[in-house]
């Protein structure tokens, strides 16, 4: 499976570490006493998360050739995605995002913000095409440039090859000042890869939320500002607003999923075709 007992184990460690209520000693505390599994996690991600490794993962999957699915279909085959070595979790995948979807909807949102909540993990099918957790889900962050230090476990990117890399290693690495984000690679993970399997057909704002989401160095900590470009700024709101619904919203009562599904389908259908290319 990998280091992390499940994928919802660094939801849980992202919502603990950027809780608005933990004072800023509360967070080096945190780090010392993190799981071994999440740091092991990190170690990974941190190590093999390289610009070749990360254009070849575009090169694989960008050009969505795994099969025509509905977004019904995608959250079905998500939903078989079972922790073995946690027997204890009592949530499917798609009550998991209900539970997102719904804190949205209660506080009077769009119908395509909630529509975002509701599928914004759908990339993490890449676990079920066999990709490592650390290729799946974790912070993202710029390849190609200078490892801030506001990235979690900064010191795992010494093992990184980047590292030793000289023009990797610059303030501006291969990019230019403002030049905005859709021209810097970020580390490959769930976020990008549904990002173009649904940005034909989503609102722009809807479209950052599930992009960024988990880009916590840029929109949690202000670092790579000076890769941004003022259209970047312009929607980084949106990517702030969503965030508390996608680390605060897990409750331990159960979605009624039947109740809710003709809300869900009729939501689906105002805004995706009937079959979407993976």
Known sequence: MGPLQNLE??????GQRYNPDKKQEEFRQYNDATPPGVREFYRLNHTHQTVDFVRQKKQQYLAKQRGLMSIWEALDYLNTLVDESDPDTDLSQIEHNLQTAEAIRRDGHPRWFVLAGFIHDLGKLLCLYGEPQWAV???????GCAYSDKIVFPEFFRDNPDSQTPRYQTRLGIYSEGCGLDHVDLSWGHDEYLYHVVKDHLPEPALYMIRYHSFYAGHREGAY????NGHDREMFPWVHKFNPYDLYSKASERPKLEELRPYYADLISEYFPDKVAW
Do not use: E, I, K
Not at 137 to 143: S, Y
């Open 9 to 14: 184990q660094w939801d849980d460690f992202v």
């Open 137 to 143: 889900v974790g912070d993202t962050f710029p390849v």
């Open 225 to 228: 500002d000076y890769l941004m």
